[in-house]
Structure formats: C-alpha cells, structure tokens
C-alpha cells in the first residue's frame, strides 16, 4: 500500500512540535498557545522557536512582554477545541504548506489516561476539521522508548524490550514503564508539577522579593532555563547563599528588556551563572586554588558590571535558581500532599510484575523539558539509590534532545511499515463512529 | 396537629409538567410568600428562581416520591392557578425550599449561612468542589485555606484580562461578511445594550470547561479498581511526612511561624517584611 505523507504532531502542553515523518528534527516546534502582546488587541499564534532548520531572523518575532496567553490545554489535557483548531492550522498554512491534510495521515500524541470525552474532541477535530485521511493516537512513553532502543540498539532498553520512561512535561510528570513498546498503563504514576508550575513558583519568588513580574511568563521561562540548576545538597547551599560578595557563588543578575536597546531579557554575566559548577559534590566549598588566582584580577574588571543598579531594569537571583527545580524532587517543601520524583519512580516500578523490577531500574530514560535543569540526572540517582533493594543496579539516563525525543520516536513509528495497520481511517471512524475509535488505541 | 407541622416543599414548575412533591396544607401561605417573592423579581427564561422561605435551607437536590404524587394531583391545580396568574414567562424552572423540619430527612444538608431573612436568596445548585477543598473549607480555617489558595494560584495561567473577548467576536463578525450574509441581520437585533450581568453569564457559557469539571463529570470513582484511571495514575502522599520549610520572604531555611496566617520565616527582619506586606493576603 503507497504511504502517502504522514505527519507527526506532538501536541504537549507547552510546545508543539510538527514535522513530516521520517526527518530527523521536527519542521517546526512552537508553543502550543494563541498569545496577545500588548500592542495588538487579537490573540496571535506565538513564533516558533529557533532551530537549525529556520533561516527567519529573531529580530522578527514579536514582543513578547506582557503578553497574555491562552492555552487550549488545561493541566495537560485538550479541553479547548477551537483554539486548538486555529493554532494546528496556523501550523498547517505557514510551516508545513506543501502538506495537505486530506492527503496525509496523522499521529498524535495525547497525554496518558485521558478522558473519554477529550479523546471524542479530539477525534472529531482531526476528522470532521481538518479531514486527515488517517489517525493513529500514541502516547508519549511508548515513541521515547522506541526512539531509545533504536538509538542504542546493543543497550538494555533494545535486548529486553522494557524501561522505565520519566517524562516532566510542562504540565505534569508521569512515570510509565514500557514493555514491549507498550506502556503499561496500571504502572503509570503521576505528579502534578511541571515546568509550568515551576515557573509560577519562580514568578511569584522574584515578584514578591525585586520586581513585579507576574504577567511576564515568558520572560521568566527565559530566566528559569538559563539560570536554574538543581542542587546536590540543599542544606549547603543553603548556606552558601547567604554569604555575601564575592563568596556567594550562586548569585547571578538578569536584564530585564525595555524594548529600546534590547527586546529580549538576557542573563548579566553569563560566567557568573556558572560559578556553581566548580562546587564539587559534597566537598569542600572552596574553589580549586587556580580558580582563586585568576579570580581577583578578573573580579576587578568584572566588578562595575556586577553590581545590581536597582534604577535599571534588573534583578539578582541568588537561592531562588536552585530551590525552584527542588520542588520537583520534594513537592512536600511547598506544601503538595504529593510524594517527590524518587518515590514516585518506586511506586511506578513496584506496580509492575516482580520479575520486571531489576530491569526497569536499570533502564531509566529521562525525558522532557524540565529534565534540562543540569545535574538533574545526578540529583535524582542520589535519591533513587537509598528507595532502591541492593541487589538492584540503577542507571539513568538522558535523551540527547529531551524535548525533541518524543516526535523522533513519533518520526520513527510512522516510517515502520506497520504503521498502516495502527491507523484508524476516516471512513472507518465515519462508519463506526468515535467510541469504537477510541478502542484501538489503549491509551 | 396540623398546625405544628410545616413541610418541605419543593414547587418544580415546568410547563406543562407540575410536579409538587409534597402535600402542601399551608397553601395559603405559601400562596402569599411564593407571590410577594415573584413579583420582586424578573423571571427570565430558563432561570432557576430558588427561595427560602424560612430558617434553614433545604438540600438542593430535586426528588421525586412517587407515593405523594396521588395527594399532588389535588394541589397541582391550585399552584397551577397561582402561578399563571402571576403571568411568568414560560418555561422556566422555579424551586421554592421552605424550611426543612422532619428530623427523619437526613438526606438533607443544611448550609450554615442562615438565612434569616425570608427573602434572602441563596443558590441551591449543587457545587462540586474537590475533596482537598471541601475538607479545608470545612475546616474553616485561615491557615489551610492560605495555604491552598497559594497552590491554586501556581497552577494559573495568566490569561490576561477576558472582558476583551466579547469585543473581538463583535468586530469578527464584522469582518467577514463573504458567505455569511445572515449575520448582518443580526446586528439590528443585539441593539438593546446587555447588562454587565448578562454579559457575564454569556461569556461563562461561552467558555470552555476547565479540565476539573470535565474530570467530575467523568465519574471515574465509578469504574472498577482493575481499570487505571486519571485519578489511580496519580502518585499518592509521600512517604514520609518531614518536610523542610522555607522561609517565605528570603527563601532560606525557617523555624519560625506567623501566629496569624501560619507561613514561616527565619528571623525577625523577614518577620517585619512579611507583617508589613502579605500577611493574609490570599484570605480575605
């Protein structure tokens, strides 16, 4: 059977990535919101993020400050059709436009454990909206692990057929063992806090503490990404923040833009924000004596730039860039009934057959956007190994494009020749309606 | 014998089905309350008008006993009387609680805000509210409430001001006029200005449902333990239930608490900031 185009979306809570099957990296990623700056009083589909493949200059993207936002999805679930229906053909028109959606198939990715009400929307807004000619709905855990055992063919996630995927999304978290390329969906856990929240926490620490900023969500996504890192001992550094000057090598200023000399915010001293890294796990604070050496003399220089002029537009940063990626590990410290990241990945692996655990741990992919903050991998196996039976190894790992993974696995099913047979076809769901639809796919 | 008794009366008007579930003796005085209280109001169509006649609320579930329907037949007329005479608009719902006394009706649940006011109006729609909520609500506390209105708030999305959605559709509908030429009969109708009310409550209409409601209508709790559901995926409290605490104004490790609102902080600068400036600012 000729297999006509498909394309691959995968419809997350905080970016959009769509793109042909088979490409290596999705034709366009772009946040999945309709945004309204405050110069125009119409609610506009955001611009895409850089990549590689777009030669469009940034200085054309919009100003972003103050812009109100609204999102079709709610807590990680499709809820608003219609402005879901305006942001996909936008997508369609203007990056993808030599696909036409009668022609081409579909695969889309949906959160776990839907309802069954939000997978009818959705069905109808493929079919009845946009008429694709075929759909195949997976789900995020499944694409990850397939994209990582074709990466790794000789690894333990390809020979056994089974790992442990960890997506922190920007809605919410879930833990999925997936076995046989097939997510087990008695073992999912979830936990509510994602890299929204995150940056809401964020908002809400800074705005209370220098500058009002809680209407600036991207601007402060801006910061969280490139100033926060999770911490190895929180007690320590702890300490260490309070130090002040020079001693204190967390504290880090960011500018915030005022549209005239700069229209985006930017991180003061970019090698200020990595003076962190030289702290080594678990010993002594000081820096390496060559370190110390170099530090007076560039501190000099540096020194005019450091300083924080309150009349500008800036702000300092000092504990908050690792207590905000801290309440993914312990939801508890903000008040959360909900178990941390450890103990959720116990009780996802716990749900499963015995026989499976010693593999799971073993094969732990992390993936998502809120995987970026650094050490994140080292942060969460020095947690995870206290939870963990002896007898167990327990080995995690990164995807290399945490964001991007999902929609190359998504790429790679849709180039398998089985492809066609997990596909429900229009006239199928014409035929027999959305309730039997929704019975092919397990998710 | 009679006299002592005052019944829960629940009146559901609905043309042409009148349903009155209880025998109502008191008619008379019924009569006199139902029509000083129609009158003070508009019905429009489809309202749910819902008085309270006298102390205490009645549940606001509608139930129907069919063994009482027999001695209905009788009063159904004369309420039937009454009410056209009162030349309310057709179709609509109309639920009259008057004070609920028979002890035997547990089912009922009576709310704590009194009205004592007989013309007090008070909603009798059921409101769902989570669990987490009910039990912090319930508990009337300053501090549980803080502490949840904090958490709701991270999971906002700072939609902007919405007022501005109404406008857009307005000016829409302007624009394009290519194959819809119906709309522009429209425009002659919707000259008579709308309320800031009725504005309100088309835009509530309007706007999708949040993920919670549709989760509630959802009605997992109903499937049997072996499915996984949305609610089963969740993680559940963590294990141990030591916590750290941040102090809320400078971010570091606190010991102490505000007697007031029950957040922390580390020392007696960050107590004077947070006097100053948020202490109970999420509680009203």
Known sequence: MPSGTVVVLDNGGGLIKAGVAGDLDPAVVIPNCLVRPVSSKKYIPSDPLPSSKTSAVAASSTDLTSAAVRRPIDRGHLINADLQREIWSHIFSTHLHNVSPASSSLLLTLPLLTLPSIKRDTLSLVFEDFNFRSLCITDSPSLVHLYEASVRPSGLASKTQCSLVVDCGFSFTHVAPVFQNFTLNYGVKRIDLGGKVLTNYLKEMVSYRSINLMDESFIMDDVKENLCFVSLDVERDLQLAKKPGKDNPFRCTYVLPDGVTHVKGFVKDPEEAKRFTTLLNGSDSSPPGVQNHDRPQAAEKLEGRKRTDPTKNEFDLTNERFIVPEMIFRPGDLGMNQAGLAECIVRSVNSCHPLLHPVLYESIILSGGSTLFPRFAERLEKELRPLVPDCYQVKIVTQEDPILGVWRGGSLLASSPDYELMCVTKAEYEELGSARCCKRFFC | ?284
């Open chain 2, 1 to 284: 014998m009679l006299g002592c008794f005052v019944y829960n009366i629940i009146v559901a008007v609905d043309w042409p089905n009148l349903m009155i579930l209880y025998p109502i003796y008191l008619m008379n005085i019924v009569q006199m309350e139902v029509a000083g209280c129609l009158k003070k109001k508009t019905i429009s169509k489809r309202k749910q008008c819902v008085m309270s006649c006298d102390e205490k609320l009645a549940a606001s579930s509608l139930f129907r006993e069919s063994g009482k329907m027999r001695n209905a037949r009788s009063v159904n007329a004369r309420a039937l009387t009454m009410l056209q005479g009162l030349e309310c608009a057709e179709s609509f719902e109309f639920v009259v609680l008057l004070s609920p006394i028979s002890s035997s009706d547990g089912q009922f649940a009576s709310m704590d805000e009194d009205s004592s006011n007989p013309f007090r109006r008070m909603s009798s729609r059921t409101r769902k509210v989570a669990s987490k909520m009910v039990a912090a609500l319930a508990s009337s506390d300053n501090r549980a409430q803080a502490a949840l209105a904090r958490l709701e708030a991270l999971e906002n999305d700072y939609t902007g001001i919405e007022t501005e959605i109404l406008n857009d559709d307005d000016e829409a509908s302007l624009d394009d006029d290519e194959d819809q030429g119906y709309i522009q009969k429209k425009q002659p109708k919707s000259t008579k200005r709308k309320t800031r009310q009725a504005k309100a409550l088309e835009n509530a209409r309007k706007a999708p449902r949040t993920f919670l409601e549709l989760l509630h209508e959802a009605n997992l709790e109903s499937l049997p333990s072996h499915v996984p559901t949305y609610l089963r995926a969740a993680v559940g409290p963590p294990g141990s239930t030591s916590r750290r605490h941040f102090c809320t104004v400078c971010g570091f490790i606190a010991s102490y608490t505000c007697v007031r609102c029950g957040v922390r902080f580390c020392s007696c600068r960050c107590q004077n900031i947070h006097n100053d400036t948020r202490c109970l600012k999420f509680v009203a």
